[in-house]
């Protein structure tokens, strides 16, 4: 699903001060690619994927995702948006704590009128064996991993990934970056990974830059490298 | 969904918490339903046995013999049913037996077991008093050496509240029972009163001064007036009031503690609850999900509470029949509104407001709830800047501070404790008000012994040892109210009229005196002017209240005994009975002998009975406080998990954490049980002037020291109690929370 951001600005308040996150943001994603969004902490990277997903407002420009323009959408309609099209995954994972790996995924799959297979998705991600397993009882990779399951089996368009691999080693966090990688050429969704890694740019397709709320660099990537040959930073 | 397996594992886990609110909810509908049970079979079997056992619709007893003639005619012009009946009262180990002959259209005898007595050595006696006294059927009874044999147990429309004088407060079949025997049997000197019956109760117009006119009427009683029936009603209609009120008040409470629960789970899942919006759940599908804890909580309390109530019902069926003395003539009835609005009303209100709650929380964004909550935005409340607050150590700080920050936490301390208190102040001032309703109006100010009525007018000169008095029952111009107006002598040994201890004895000379009742019923008080009206011929007199006696029982009003005569229309000197020390030699003349130490005794012997409800009070006091207490003093542990944690990895001892943000509410349990203890005492007086239209008497509410004492003690324990369960879970919160807190 193609992504279309057009002169995107968006302020909050923080405190007393007016920060303005992002300032004529605009980019173009094609379908079926995966993105980088690269920036340091408070270049409005998380805002722009925010925005996208439908869980934040911007304040003017234009959103379109596949063929939803997102600008006019009441809550319900964005809670739609999500539903149908977006996966999200969370650096913290927000696994449900009282729910086993199999019922947290299936969190997701009630959601979808066309859902992936259960087992199916759970041995792609590895945690079938695990399936009973509560979220206190694995890993952090382990949780991402069911995170991904979880929004995964929505059979999303595009899954938005922030920091995804902000809290594992690099182990951990190649292995999840493969996983990432596998869905979007097994399924063909977009992917958006936000991050301040910098090598993790090189397994995508394109790459984003950012500061100070404003995209100041892009470019294609022409050789994305395999997962487990990133620089990890 | 596949949610509801959180609801459910979450609900396991907080089990302590969520069966607290629960076990509130099921205290709420389980009192609800028992008592409204109870008094749907009370008035069940009370309206059945009134109705097809013709209860009388009003008495009286003539100072001259009336003819069957007489009766006949009265009949035909009134449409009345009268029947003639005669009583005797014996004596029966320290106890009396009121004897009455057998009749067949009105008052009718109900035999519940045996038979009914058919030959002159025969009797059937009421079932109470039989238990009381261990009399079994076939046993023999000895009356004025005159032996019978009990055929059956005998219930009688007109003793439901079986009190020997209509002036007795309570019932006690120790000290009393009735019996019937056939017609035949009776050859002693009975007393006889004519029984009356309409159909609807009512006295027909005109009735009562035709009879008047033919005789002398020594009483006249209709059955409004008579608490022997109409005390079960008063009763009814009483209970009826605290079905509701109670309850209710415990609904409010628990409804409360399910909200601030559910407020403090929304808040701990805050960030779970975003995620899932972003997953793309809608707000009525999390709606849906949250009110899974409220469904539980409800249909477990209201499931819980309709199953109690609905077996509790039938012992406080029995319980209120015996008391009564009615007949079980049907075993348990309930009424299926009283079901549906325990079940429906409490599940609707928790639902409706808990949607309102969780519905308000998910207007949030789900952003916003993804992000760490704002703990403080660094400004200081107002509370927080009072100079108080600034000053002394770390500890008093921290614990002032960690008050002020949670004030909704402290109001819902301070109304648990009032709570507690109320009921517990409750059941102490209605105990100990017994005793000073003895202590005060028959000891203090009624000094006779024995309270002497004749059949007729006398005039002859008492003796030394006895004081004269009026006695006649007046109206009110435009009032329906019954006053019974006494005539005294100022200078009598026998009634002492006094208010706090002072004598009110010469303020007779200035007006009348009257009791504190008759005070309320009227609203009514010293200076003020009462329009007295005669029944039997409506004149009318104008009298000043000249003070209100601590005389707490009847709707009394003293007069100079001339003054009363005169406005009768008797001779000055004229009187209906005496007051004496000695009980009364010849009973020729004599109608009616009140026993004052009978009814003391009557009075004490059901303190056993006042001290169980006064302990069940105190029960309901305890558990309330303590699920209330607890659940909140739990909920201060899980909220400060972090820092308690925190302070555990600073080397803080238990006992010190404890203190730091446990024991912070001891000020507001303190504050709320000092402030309830007025608010217990004005309650209680503002319900019983309430009720006295229809008791005929109140209670003293004053709050004596050992009250405060006592009360303090239990409130105390039972904090003490709370945060002793409270500080286990404290002792559990793990070094690892604080940087578990600190990653999220």
């Known amino acids: 699903m193609a992504i279309f951001a057009n002169q995107v600005n968006k302020t909050y308040q923080s405190g007393e001060v007016t920060v303005q996150a992002l300032r004529q943001a605009s980019l173009e994603v094609q379908d079926k690619k995966i993105i980088t969004i690269l920036g340091p902490s408070g270049s409005g990277k998380s805002t722009l994927l925010n925005v996208i997903g439908g869980i934040d407002r911007y304040d003017s420009g234009s959103i379109k995702v596949g063929g939803t323009v997102l600008d006019q959408l009441k809550d319900r309609e964005l809670t739609d948006y999500r539903r149908k099209f977006v996966g999200f995954i969370f650096q913290q994972y927000n696994l449900i704590p009282t729910l086993t790996v199999e019922e947290n995924v299936e969190v997701g799959r009630e959601l979808s009128q066309q859902p992936l297979d259960m087992k199916d998705t759970l041995e792609k991600v590895g945690m079938w064996d695990k399936k009973d397993k509560f979220p206190s009882q694995l890993s952090g990779g382990e949780q991402q991993r069911v995170a991904i399951a979880r929004a995964l089996i929505k059979n999303p368009q595009i899954l938005l990934c922030d920091e995804p691999t902000g809290a594992l080693d690099e182990e951990t966090g190649k292995n999840i970056l493969k996983l990432l990688k596998f869905v979007n050429e097994q399924y063909g969704t977009t992917v958006l990974i936000i991050t301040h890694n910098q090598g993790i740019g090189e397994m995508a397709h394109s790459v984003i830059r950012m500061k100070s709320g404003e995209i100041v660099d892009s470019f294609e990537n022409e050789n994305p490298v395999d997962p487990e040959k990133v620089t990890w930073s | ?744």
Do not use: C
Not at chain 2, 154 to 172: H, R, S
Not at chain 2, 531 to 546: F, I, P
Not at chain 2, 605 to 628: D, E, K, N, P, W
């Open chain 2, 1 to 744: 969904m596949i949610l509801k397996k959180s609801v459910y594992r979450t609900l396991k886990e907080k089990k302590f918490q969520y069966a607290g609110v629960a076990v509130l909810l099921l205290l709420a509908v389980m009192l609800y339903v028992s008592l409204s049970m109870a008094i749907t079979t009370l008035e069940s079997r009370n309206e059945t046995f009134s109705e097809d056992y013709k209860q009388e619709s009003f008495h009286f007893v003539a100072g001259g013999s009336v003819t069957d003639e007489q009766l006949s005619l009265w009949e035909d012009e009134y449409n009345v049913t009268l029947e003639k009946r005669k009583y005797a009262d014996f004596e029966v180990d320290d106890s009396t037996v009121r004897v009455f002959t057998t009749t067949e259209s009105v008052n009718t005898p109900y035999i519940a077991e045996g038979r009914a007595p058919t030959s002159g050595q025969e009797l059937a006696i009421s079932k109470v008093y039989a238990e009381k006294h261990q009399y079994q059927i076939g046993d023999a009874i000895t009356l004025d050496e005159r032996e019978f044999e009990i055929t059956g147990f005998v219930y009688l429309p007109d003793y439901i509240y079986m009190v020997e004088q209509m002036t007795d407060l309570l019932a006690d079949a120790e000290k009393f029972g009735v019996a019937v025997v056939s017609s035949s049997s009776f050859s002693v000197n009975a007393q006889t009163e004519i029984l009356g019956w309409t159909g609807n109760g009512d006295v027909p117009d005109g009735f009562r001064e035709a009879v008047s006119e033919e005789t002398s009427l020594l009483q006249f009683v209709n059955s409004e007036e008579n608490p022997r029936i109409g005390f079960v009603e008063t009763e009814i209609e009483g209970a009826k009031g605290m079905t509701t009120t109670l309850p209710l008040f415990i609904l409010a409470l628990s409804i409360a503690m399910v909200l601030m629960l559910m407020k403090r789970r929304m808040e701990m899942q805050r960030k779970e609850i975003g995620t899932l919006m972003a997953l793309g759940y809608r707000k009525k599908e999390l709606v849906r999900h949250y009110l899974g804890y409220a469904w539980v909580i409800g249909l477990v309390g209201t499931v819980g509470g309709l199953t109690a109530g609905a077996g509790l019902s039938v012992p406080l069926s029995n319980l209120y029949a015996n008391y009564f003395n009615l007949p079980a003539l049907s075993m348990f009835d309930w009424d299926p509104f009283v079901l549906v609005i325990g079940f429906v009303i409490p599940l609707l209100l928790l639902i409706l407001l808990t949607t309102f709650a969780i519905s308000r929380t998910l207007r949030t964004e789900p952003l916003t709830l993804l992000r760490p909550k704002e703990v403080s935005n660094g400004k200081k409340s107002w509370l927080e800047k009072l100079p108080l607050l600034q000053k002394g150590g770390f500890i008093r700080r921290f614990r002032l501070r960690l008050l002020v920050r949670n004030k909704a936490r402290s109001v819902y301390i301070f109304i648990g404790v009032m709570f507690s208190t109320v009921l517990l102040l409750f059941g102490l001032i209605t105990f100990n008000s017994m005793d000073q309703l003895v202590e005060t109006t028959y000891k203090e100010i009624l000094k006779y012994d024995y309270a002497v009525h004749y059949q007729s007018l006398m005039t002859e000169e008492t003796d030394e040892e006895q004081s004269p008095f009026i006695m006649n029952e007046l109206g009110l111009v435009d009032e329906d109210v019954k006053i019974t107006a006494y005539g005294i002598e100022n200078d009598n040994a026998f009634i002492q009229l006094s208010a706090q201890g002072e004598s009110l004895q010469s303020n007779l000379s200035e007006g009348a005196i009257i009791s504190a009742p008759l005070a309320a019923v009227l609203g009514v008080g010293e200076g003020d002017e009462i329009h007295l009206q005669n029944s039997l011929n409506s004149d009318t007199m104008h009298v000043e209240v000249a003070a209100v006696a601590d005389l707490y029982i009847g709707n009394n009003l003293y007069l100079p005994r001339e003054e009363l005569n005169d406005f009768l229309g008797f001779p000055e000197e004229a009187y209906t009975g005496t007051w004496q020390k000695q009980p009364p030699e010849n009973s020729g003349n004599v109608y009616m002998v009140e026993d004052k130490q009978k009814a003391i005794d009557n009075f004490e012997s059901t303190t056993g009975a006042t001290r169980a409800s006064v302990a069940g009070m105190a029960i309901f006091a305890v558990l309330i406080g303590v699920i209330v207490l607890t659940l909140l003093t739990n909920l201060i542990v899980e909220e400060n998990s972090p820092s308690i944690s925190l302070f555990k990895v600073m080397g803080y001892h238990d006992k010190e954490v404890s203190k730091l943000v446990l024991s912070v509410y001891t000020p507001i349990v303190l504050i709320a049980y000092f402030v309830s203890i007025p608010l217990a005492s004005l309650s209680l007086e503002q319900t019983m002037n309430t009720l006295v239209q229809e008791t005929g008497f109140l209670m003293p509410t004053d709050v004596a020291w050992w009250m405060v004492v006592i009360g303090f003690i239990v409130i105390l324990l039972t904090y003490w109690l709370s945060l002793g369960l409270s500080k286990r879970k404290l002792k559990n919160v793990s070094l690892q929370e604080a940087l578990k807190k600190q990653q999220d």
